[in-house]
């Protein structure tokens, strides 16, 4: 063949192959007009190479391969090994099952309560985000099958292999490069999917699912790509996907800062590769400089300025958003082996603020001792001093400072703590105990005695204060306003002044405290309290297709109105702590597993000697 007839021969090829790669990222219609692209752009031959050589569904674009503006110089390590850490699971929860049939009966009325939530899913709403429980239509937000990953851990528990294997199945189609939404939360992306994925694989071993640890691993770790290495909470993925510039945002809740850590430290030690844990050590270490400088030293305000590291907020709550960061800090101990410091320091600091401003006594009828958690205000006095306001607002998320305490307590070898533990524990109960279904709601305020030990019942000073929280006066001063027919309008129980939210979405907090209160001191009444817990839930919340939230835990009738909605956690987390409390204590033991913020089993490191 002619030099002349080779070179046109080649030109027609090129002209061939640019056509080609046009009309595949140009695609059209059907009648000859080009559409917009709807995922993040194109991949170069060499990453296109090394996708596929993974497995499932080719994507777009390879997070890993994507050149960072800001690279760490020198990455932090992550240690990968335990020291001879406290054991934390108590030798009487392993003893105290007097009655094991029925707890293996209890275990069963769950699996079966659960089973008929998945089977809905299944045949009506498979690979979809989650399922509306009262129609049994699919609900899809960003497309990745959330209810599929933050379920993974719970079937596999429960010992439903066949269904975790289907599961896994359709996971690996998952393509997380590719969403309809505009920004995802990688807050949630984190202690929802990626905390599913780890607690999948460190149960099962399957191989398959660190593949897709590290898929979305990579994808989050961009998300710290900034000039500080803060990262971005509500992240267009596109823009990043493009190599835009990217700054971490100025108001975001403290929380979601540091919800990373359990997270990107277990994948570094399931990967070997450091870079995760070093970018989640970055925020904790800014969290532990700045701890003694707020404005309630000691805990954290509930927004804070991530671009300007600044945490100059003036309310402090344990509850709403709080609990992702609070309850991570002994977890995080356990998880790194006890090899980094400040995760003590930290815990001991929020706990000692916490005991001496956010919890309180509630007067009762009954007189009953017991804590709750609330908030505090700080505001500052004309001569620049801060002043405290208590606030005896309880969240039902705070009730996670029960299991707080008693991890701990057990870890650090703090009596103390284990005593605050139980008395917050009993409070939560009773919080549920209260209520005409048994069911606490999302939001609730109470009477505060003075003191933590010695709390009489008093029925005038109880309608007193819910006179001034309805009025903001002085009982007596209006002749018009009858208090008792107001306490008999709204179901206020004794001791309540307040139920600013009603509604009751089966959260895990309380059963989840209850657990690890249980399995760190073997407490026996926690099992029947448990399972009462559980028949308030399910009698008031079952329906056809699962389980509803309740739109209002107060209203009188034998069941209340519901709902057609419920958070993906009453599967994943709520369901799974009934389920293991019942269960014997070798079953995620937590001398081997902590659980993440949002309830996931993470191993932890085997013991260096």
């Known amino acids: 063949m002619s030099r002349a007839r080779r070179q046109a021969l080649g030109a027609f ?76 699971q108590s030798i009487h929860s392993e003893t105290s099952h007097s009655q094991p049939s029925t707890q293996q009966a209890r275990r069963l009325v769950i699996k079966k309560t659960f089973e008929r939530s998945w089977r809905s899913y299944q045949s009506l709403a498979w690979a979809a985000d989650g399922i509306a429980p009262v129609s049994g239509t699919p609900i899809n937000g960003g497309g990745w099958s959330l209810k599929l990953l933050e379920t993974l851990d719970t079937l596999w528990i429960m010992e439903m292999y066949e269904d975790f294997e289907l599961a896994v199945a359709a996971v690996m189609q998952v393509n997380f490069e590719v969403t309809p939404s505009p920004e995802i939360n990688t ?30 691993g990579d994808m989050l770790y961009s998300a710290f790509d900034t000039p500080n290495r803060m990262p971005i909470i509500h992240w267009d993925l596109h823009k990043a996907s493009r190599h835009e510039e990217q700054l971490a945002e100025e108001n975001i809740l403290t929380a979601e800062l540091g919800s990373f850590t359990l997270e990107f430290t277990r994948l570094s030690q399931t990967t ?39 945490f100059e907020g003036d309310e402090f709550t344990l509850g709403a958003e709080g609990n992702y960061l609070y309850k991570i800090l002994p977890r995080a101990h356990a998880l790194t082996g006890g090899h980094i410091p400040i995760y003590r320091r930290m815990y001991e600091r929020v706990t000692f603020a916490a005991a001496g401003h956010n919890l309180f006594q509630a007067m009762n009828p009954n007189s009953e001792h017991f804590l709750l958690p609330g908030s505090v205000r700080v505001i500052m006095t004309q001569n620049g001093k801060p002043r405290t306001h208590s606030l005896s607002e309880v969240h039902h998320r705070s009730c996670f400072t029960g299991g707080l305490f008693a991890f701990g307590g057990a870890l650090f070898n703090i009596p103390a703590h284990k005593r605050i533990a139980h008395n917050l524990v009993d409070g939560c109960i009773w919080a549920h105990h209260s209520m005409l279904h048994g069911i606490m709601p999302e939001v609730l305020e109470t009477v505060p005695c003075a003191s933590q030990k010695h709390c009489p019942w008093n029925e005038w000073h109880w309608k007193q204060e819910a006179w001034k929280k309805v009025n903001g006066l002085k009982l007596g001063s209006d002749s018009d306003f009858n208090i008792d027919t107001f306490i008999k309008d709204h ?19 309380v059963i989840e405290s209850m657990f690890v209160l249980y399995r760190t001191t073997g407490r026996e009444d926690l099992l029947d309290k448990a399972w009462d817990l559980f028949q308030s839930f399910n009698n008031a919340s079952k329906t056809n297709h699962g389980n509803a939230a309740v739109i209002d835990v107060t209203c009188e009738g034998s069941k209340p109105i519901l709902s057609d909605t419920i958070e993906n956690f009453w599967m994943s987390e709520t369901l799974k702590f009934f389920y293991l409390i019942f269960s014997s204590s070798d079953l ?9 913020a949002g309830g996931h089993p993470l191993r932890r490191p085997s013991s260096s000697g």
């Open 491 to 509: 179901n206020l129980p004794k001791g309540f002044i307040g139920i600013p939210d009603a509604t009751s979405k089966l959260r895990p907090d």
């Open 187 to 216: 807050h949630d992306t984190s202690i929802r999917l990626l905390g599913g994925l780890l607690a999948a694989y460190d149960l099962s071993n399957d191989g398959r699912l660190l593949t897709k640890c590290v898929e979305l």
């Open 272 to 310: 070997g590769d450091s870079k995760y844990f070093d970018a989640a050590q970055r925020v904790m270490e800014l969290l532990d400089r700045q701890q003694g400088s707020t404005k309630l030293p000691g805990l954290w305000p509930v927004f804070m300025n991530p671009r300007a590291e600044l």
């Open 588 to 596: 995620i033991n937590l001398d081997e597993f902590v659980f993440s």
């Open 13 to 88: 090829f090129a002209v061939i192959l640019l056509l080609l790669t046009y009309r595949r990222y140009h695609p059209t219609d059907g009648q000859g007009h080009i559409t917009k692209p709807t995922s993040v752009p194109i991949f170069t031959q060499q990453q296109e190479s090394n996708q596929n050589s993974i497995a499932g569904p080719q994507s777009q674009f390879l997070w890993s391969h994507m050149p960072l503006r800001y690279p760490v110089v020198e990455i932090k390590q992550v240690p990968t090994e335990s020291r001879n850490l406290p054991k934390v």
